[in-house]
């Protein structure tokens, strides 16, 4: 019988819901030393918590997150709210001795980003960043690939994140809906949000980046903030695009932006080694590109690999349904809770830790200095 791990957690929204849905799915098609017990959910808003406690099973509700964290029955605690509230929760939940998954960014900066990551570190506990692109079978397929050595040297990293959610004027900012406009909550703006999960894949599959120059672009310069009903400066970066050098000589080149008429969430990525090179789309998630210049001429080609085999050859799929059939989005949480677990029950670190959602905060800090100083700027 499993042992139980009594999970609090904190926010109810997007994330909130994305990561119970993991907890509940974990262990019906993963073999763990541990399951996820939903002991507390807390929020602000006691009606709303316990909808949505009562919705997803969660035992019991808190409208103060120092309570929850506080609680004696609470083992590990989700923290699935804006980003400016991540550093004070993760170091409370370090001081009381739990077990931390954290949203990503990690943090509002560096600065924060290493006071969590000491407070982690001297408490000893387990901590993890969803970056759960990571988990995405096909993405985890490209690092076996690479760590293979298939591509060879490499050349190119290139990602995207589109979307067009921001275009309209007259959209507000700030407050519970739209906190990602405010950079008082969010920190920044398409960087933290969106970059950040390109950064962290690019960092795992292509190692280190150590110098960047970017541009950045607020396209709409006042909004009506949601909570004050006052015009007021955007301060965060509605478009970045970016290059860098990577610690392995090769070059990046990243895009995002909430102004890509037509795109609501493009996340894609292509690396060209020397030997072979590969892209992948979130769009079309369980698809791996893959050209291999070591094919025969004739038949020389981009191959289009649908990664749901099952006899153990891809990665996470032969937890699922029968070779063919694929998965989706929220399944990149349940995979990310999974190895979670099983490093837990290993006392073993699982990557990204905080200390790697550093690395990637430091890039983004990076880009946001250059685009600032409009010079190249060290990682
Ligand atoms: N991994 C991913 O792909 C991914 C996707 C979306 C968001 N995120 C990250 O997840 C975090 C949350 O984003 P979201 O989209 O779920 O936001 P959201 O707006 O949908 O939900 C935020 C939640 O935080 C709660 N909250 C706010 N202040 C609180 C407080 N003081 N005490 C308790 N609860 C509080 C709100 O009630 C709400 O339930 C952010 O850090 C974001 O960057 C990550």
Not at 8 to 29: E, L, Q
Not at 59 to 85: F, G, H, M, Q, Y
Not at 141 to 161: C, T
């Amino acid at each position: 019988m499993a042992k139980p791990l009594n999970i609090g957690m904190i926010g109810y929204g997007f994330m909130g819901r994305a990561h119970s849905n993991a907890y509940c799915k974990v262990s019906n098609f993963f073999d763990l030393e541990y399951e996820p017990v939903l002991k507390a959910a807390c929020a602000r808003n006691e009606e709303n918590i316990k909808a949505f406690a009562d919705n997803w099973g969660y035992e019991s509700v808190e409208t103060d997150w120092r309570k929850l964290v506080a609680r004696d029955d609470i083992d590990a605690v989700d923290i699935c709210v804006p980003n400016n509230l991540h550093k004070e929760m993760a170091i409370e939940c370090a001081k009381q001795g739990k077990a931390i998954l954290c949203e990503k960014p990690i943090a509002m900066d560096v600065a924060e980003g290493e006071e969590m990551c000491k407070a982690v570190e001297d408490a000893g506990v387990a901590n993890m960043v969803w970056y759960n692109y990571r988990r995405v079978p096909a993405v985890t397929m490209a690092k076996q690939l690479i760590d293979e050595g298939r591509l060879g040297r490499i050349f190119h990293y290139r990602a995207n994140f589109l979307q067009d959610w921001t275009i309209a004027d007259d959209l507000p900012q700030g407050g519970a809906a739209l906190w990602r406009l405010d950079a008082a909550a969010a920190g920044s703006g398409v960087t933290g949000d969106l970059l950040a999960h390109c950064i962290d894949t690019a960092i795992w599959l292509n190692g280190g980046i150590s110098d960047v120059t970017a541009m950045t672009e607020t396209f709409i310069k006042e909004r009506t903030h949601s909570l004050t009903g006052k015009k007021q400066p955007v301060l965060i970066d509605d478009a970045c695009t970016f290059m860098c050098h990577f610690e392995n000589g090769s070059l990046g080149l990243f895009e995002s932006t909430r102004y890509a008429r037509g795109h609501k969430a493009l996340y894609t990525l292509e690396i060209n080694g020397e030997n072979a090179s590969i892209k992948w789309d979130l769009h079309d998630l369980h698809r791996l590109e893959y050209f291999d210049h070591s094919d025969e001429g004739k038949m020389r080609g981009w191959r289009s690999i649908h990664v749901t085999d099952h006899g153990g050859e891809h990665p996470y799929m032969d937890k699922w349904w029968v070779p063919g059939l694929q998965i989706g989005y929220e399944h990149s949480f349940v995979h990310q809770v999974a190895d979670f677990l099983a490093g837990y029950a290993q006392g073993e670190a699982v990557s990204p830790t905080f200390r790697d959602a550093l690395e990637t905060q430091r890039v983004c800090d990076a880009v946001l200095q250059s685009a600032e100083s409009k010079q190249w700027e060290n990682v």
